[in-house]
DNA sequence: TAGTGTTATGGAACCGCTTCCATAGGATAT
DNA sequence: ATATCCTATGGAAGCGGTTCCATAACACTA
């Protein structure tokens, strides 16, 4: 039913070795012949199967990327960039959505075999060590965004600087009430909201503005919680005149409390964000715009090198930040 | 290097066969033999090469989607929902993103081959007649999300329905002065935003409302662009008092279109939009819901089933839409 | 003319699995 | 005891490609 390469090889009277050069681009076939193949192929509408393809060369020609599951514009914009950068390469994307740690572990078994995949995008995953040896013993290329192993190539922005340049933001406008808001730092991991923190506080510290624990707001991550964090402490007896969120998800979750509780920002409250997601730009949101789809667009360059050259070495390549100023941050009034 | 089916079949002292049997699953294998081959496989650390599985098995356990790059919330929400009905299954989740139409022929010409996938789903993406074709004569099991065709199964809602729904409401709330904003109309295999617009004229003959040919407003899909389109309409000489946003992506537009005109919503001015996507919600937006992610659950298991049974009926499956009323309508103050 | 290369080609062997067929051995029936 | 059936198992063949090796055909050189 299914034509193979040996009946194009009969029907064109020559060996099947020759279809394959002729398929291959081998240079080792005279002009005559190949045309009478190619059109032997058109004839019968022959097309390769690509699994006795891999099975034979031993390469699947397959990218697995693995993120959470796309609850948020972040993992959909770098996604996006993966597949930008993918596009033109003989690479197909095969997607893994996480959603539980689980869900995680189980998947990062099964890709940690290099029959199954060429190569592997941990998009906002971090690995923990056990998972990191899988990796490293499977000898399967990978390559994380948004996270960070000394052992495996990752592509991250400098989490701290951010911090520090969003805070700075701040304080040059005149703010010295300024709160920080964002997900759980505790998460063994994942450190990037933790070093966004950590910025925040030695910019506080350089400018010798003491730092206020109650100014600290963690919680589950999504803009409705921010909404109700942001309500409690800009409710309270010393309500901040600025906030720095951690994600823009969040920073927007605190326009809407700002906004329920009739407060104007800016010039009441000061919010800036951190993403540059593409709902910021609407919002008028001032954030620290990481490349989000560049990162997805450098990881592949990077993994698809790494295929090819096979060298091993595990580097990390910093991402730019800038300060992207808009409307919700002002010099405090009064 | 790899260990394979033989080294397991040598190491346990038994054939390949009953290797691949415990593989497998199969009864016909003694109890203890099956544990002697698992604590081999367990000891060598094996793991079957899916490739030569695929070769040997005519089958890919692979799926692909199709669809537009995720530019727009509503892709990402039906893909989640393809992603959430794929994960429980075996089939893992090819992903195709398209950016043109000679990329759409491409990647579909490319998957027209049974050896390819074994199934496919198409999301907001209307195949030609030519690619129609092409697909049944290669026989590969195919779904459509959002977009039709007689000869392939398809999973929409019931867009002339939805269009009535929208433009019943504000006629129900006293409107008269109802404008319609939409993407092209005149594409040529995707009807939604068409049906939407036949059903908001056939609500206003319905309730015998004369159509007025300044009150469709067409262009480029966009939150910006809408937003220019509302914005000219609205300081027309004849502005209406409510607009049918036939997306939410654009009826957002909209709503900053009148921000900036310094309109009041909805005292001055109802918007509607169509989709319900996440960020309706936090907009307040009235909306046509119409379930994203459940078209994409829907889709998937459709589609598993059709592989499953080879049955190649071509049917139409029709999700429920919902007004959704929220803070962006009322009865017009005047 | 024989020797040496070079180029184009055919086809067997192989990639690692599944499955079918043959068979051994044990249980049951007669 | 023999015939019959059933179960568990080994292993060859096959899935559809690629590649290596052998060889034929044809220069070119001395």
Same mark, same amino acid.
């Given at each position: 039913m299914t034509v193979t390469i040996r009946d194009v090889a009969r029907e064109a009277q020559v060996g099947v070795g020759t279809v394959s050069r002729v398929l291959n681009d =081998?240079?080792?076939? =005279?002009n005559h012949t190949r045309q009478k193949v190619k059109r032997t192929i058109a004839n019968l509408d022959y097309a390769p199967n690509p699994n006795a393809r891999r099975l034979s060369l031993g390469k699947t020609w397959q990218v697995a990327v693995v993120l959470p599951n796309l609850t948020f514009p972040s993992y959909v914009e770098r996604l996006r960039g993966v597949q930008h950068a993918l596009v033109d390469s003989e690479y197909d994307l095969v997607l893994y959505g996480i959603s539980n740690p689980a869900q995680q572990d189980k998947y990062f078994a099964k890709l940690s075999t290099k029959s199954q995949v060429d190569g592997l995008l941990i998009i906002s995953l971090p690995p923990n060590e056990q998972q990191v040896d899988r990796f490293l013993e499977s000898g399967v290329p990978a390559v994380l965004v948004d996270a960070s192993h000394e052992k495996i190539c990752h592509v991250v922005v400098d989490d701290i600087a951010g911090g520090k340049l969003a805070t700075q933001h701040l304080i040059k406008l005149g703010h010295c009430k300024i709160a920080f808001l964002s997900d759980?730092?505790?998460?063994?991991?994942?450190?990037s909201a933790e070093d966004r923190y950590i910025g925040y506080r030695q910019s506080l510290e350089d400018a010798d503005i003491p730092y206020q624990e109650n100014y600290k707001l963690t919680g589950e991550r999504g803009r409705r919680n921010a909404l109700l964090l942001a309500k409690t402490l800009l409710t309270s007896d010393t309500p901040p005149t600025a906030i720095f969120a951690a994600s823009d998800t969040q920073a927007i979750g605190v326009l809407d409390a700002a906004k329920g509780l009739n407060i104007q920002v800016p010039d009441e409250l000061s919010v800036i964000g951190y993403d540059d997601i593409r709902d910021s730009e609407y919002m008028n949101l001032t954030t620290i715009s990481q490349p989000l789809f560049d990162s997805g667009v450098t990881a592949t360059n990077l993994l698809l090198k790494t295929i090819a050259s096979k060298q091993k070495e595990a580097f990390r390549h910093l991402l730019p930040i800038k300060l992207i100023e808009r409307k919700t941050t002002a010099s405090p009034k009064h």
């Open positions: =081998s240079p080792a076939v =005279s759980y730092l505790d998460t063994p991991f994942q450190h």
